[in-house]
């Protein structure tokens, strides 16, 4: 089945620094991946659609400046978290969708990045 | 606005039994629904899908119901192994309005018991 790889797992970063998570898609090609944010015991949270070669599609209070995303080619988005503060802790989780199987086909998603900022 | 509701947090079932998880809605737009698994620390993973114009749909030992009428599914999990204590999590998407968008409800822990 698809596979969609998401690295770190984990990281732990000082107040103030940024941190950068990677999304790939292994065996399929995903113009279009997702952006997720769970906290403990709550439901996910969609942040931001990624779209290859263009600017990303922000939900509504996910501030665009603080959360970069980048997807450069049709296998890899990247997530960047800027200035990062402890409130930005939290489990981000990137999805994405085979190209070539539509719409209506279900979303893969990554292991998730926990990220802990001190 | 939470647009995808799991009332339950928690379910707990003998293992050999049914569990039985249920998602409500309230945007009429939505028109394709999915269940995923989640362990901890771990990124979900994709059970079984229903699109709306369906009211059935089966694979294995999980089958999903959907009423529209009511804006209401279900997921049946039978019958109930330990491997499925996880936490399942309700999706549905209007995926002609949003394309892949998915909205997720709260999650609902399931414990298999011996």
């Known amino acids: 089945g698809a596979v969609v790889s998401q690295h770190p797992s984990r990281v732990i970063c000082k107040s103030g620094t940024s941190v950068k998570i990677e999304c790939r898609s292994l065996?399929?090609?995903?113009?279009?991946m997702f952006w997720y944010r769970q906290f403990p015991k709550q439901s996910l949270m969609l942040m931001a659609t990624?779209?290859?070669?263009?600017?990303?599609?922000?939900e509504q209070g996910v501030e665009k400046d603080k959360f970069l995303i980048n997807h450069a080619s049709l296998t890899l988005s990247t997530l960047t978290v800027t200035s990062a503060h402890p409130e930005d802790s939290s489990f981000y989780i990137c999805?994405?969708?085979?190209?070539?199987?539509?719409?209506?086909?279900?979303?893969?998603f990554g292991n998730g990045t926990r990220l802990t900022v001190t | 606005d939470q647009q995808v509701k799991q009332n339950s947090p928690s379910l707990s079932v003998q293992e050999g039994r049914i569990s039985i998880l249920n998602c409500d809605y309230t945007?009429?737009?939505?028109?394709?629904f999915l269940w995923y698994k989640k362990y901890p620390a771990e990124g979900p993973t994709f059970l079984i899908s229903i699109s709306s114009i369906k009211d059935k749909n089966e694979d294995g030992r999980f089958t999903v119901f959907l009423n529209k009428s009511a804006k209401h599914l279900s997921l049946h999990i039978v019958p109930s192994q330990p491997g499925d204590s996880a936490v399942y999590f309700c999706a549905a998407s209007d995926y002609r309005g949003s394309w892949g968008k998915l909205q997720f409800g709260a999650g609902t822990q399931v414990v298999v018991t011996p």
């Open positions: 945007n009429s737009m939505f028109d394709y």
């Open positions: 065996d399929f090609q995903a113009t279009t």
């Open positions: 999805s994405a969708r085979d190209s070539y199987q539509g719409a209506v086909s279900p979303l893969h």
């Open positions: 990624s779209n290859e070669g263009s600017k990303a599609t922000y």
